[in-house]
């Protein structure tokens, strides 16, 4: 299986706490680094799975069944900028012809 690395932006979170970061480290088994910047918590992931979806759609349901009313509100990945900044040049290159 591939790792795939990918950022969690989380809403429901005002502080990180000690209880809140170790139930997010164990839901996750440990593939994650808990940050927060300019107030907004998030989560560094990286994770074994078949596809990026696969393991994307894995954190997000493990992150939110903790007790905690944490909820994912966005997902970063270098991948998925990639995808979406080669479509986007293509879409331009077939726009010009």
């Excluded at 989380?10 to 839901?27: I, K, N, Q, R, W």
């Excluded at 909820?71 to 479509?87: D, G, L, W």
């Amino acid at each position: 299986m591939k790792k795939h690395q990918f950022t969690m932006i989380l809403s429901g979170v005002s502080e990180l706490t000690p209880e809140l970061a170790d139930a997010l480290f164990e839901a996750t088994r440990g593939d994650i680094e808990c940050n927060m910047r300019n107030c907004v918590a998030y989560l560094e992931v990286e994770r074994a799975a078949p596809t990026l979806r696969d393991a994307i759609t894995a954190v997000i349901r493990e992150v939110e069944q903790v007790p905690f009313g944490v909820r994912v509100v966005r997902v970063e990945s270098e991948a998925a900028k990639t995808i979406a900044q080669v479509n986007a040049e293509l879409w331009t290159a077939i726009g010009n012809n």
